[in-house]
């Protein structure tokens, strides 16, 4: 089997997908994940790819989400390692099967609810993603009523696997989603 690339991760993803928004969430958690792959000087294709399809069972079973992601992604030839990767962003939240370990995994974890703050953030700016500055959303993060929905613990929990601080992850996912604006629909 071949690494998985963006373009198959979209071709897959579209199969399995309608909702723009969907679209648009996992444009946004892609980008963030190539921002990251950078930090950790890694493959910036090959974790953007498992960012554009971390979501691949969402829309068919919202309320089983992470237990289908191997019966949609073995029969399209992809690794099982890059399905363990993406079934790990749900640990301790929809499935214990598998923890997050490696660095890409970690950043998955970190930056999937973190991606949904930042998004909320932009679409409240007239600027969108242009020149978000890290110190302003940090207020934003602090208030929970804002993006209420975006869990801040599992975003905590992610960044604290990562060992690093928050500020620092904000910065990689404000960096990727704004070289990406137009994708996300920012």
């Known amino acids: 089997m071949s690494k998985l690339t963006l373009d198959r991760a979209k071709e897959i993803l579209a199969k399995h997908t309608t909702e723009e928004h969907l679209f648009h969430h996992a444009a946004a958690v892609s980008a963030a994940m190539g921002a990251m792959a950078e930090a ?33 992604l073995s029969p399209e030839g992809v690794d099982e390692e890059d399905i363990k990767a993406i079934i790990t962003h749900g640990y301790e939240i929809t499935t214990d099967e598998a923890e997050p370990t490696s660095n890409l995994e970690k950043s998955l974890f970190a930056v999937d609810e973190l991606t949904g703050i930042i998004q909320a953030y932009a679409l409240m700016r007239p600027e969108k993603m242009e020149g978000m500055a890290v110190k302003s959303l940090k207020k934003k993060y602090k208030d929970k009523r804002f993006a209420a929905k975006c869990n801040r613990e599992i975003i905590d929990k992610g960044v604290e696997k990562l ?23 920012l």
């Open 40 to 72: 950790f000087g890694e493959d910036k294709d090959y974790w953007a790819a498992i960012g554009w399809l971390h979501d691949v069972d969402y829309e068919k079973f919202p309320d089983e989400h992470c237990h289908h992601v191997r019966e949609l």
């Open 163 to 185: 060992g690093m601080e928050l500020s620092e992850v904000m910065n990689y996912c404000i960096k990727g989603m704004t070289e990406h604006s137009d994708e996300i629909g």
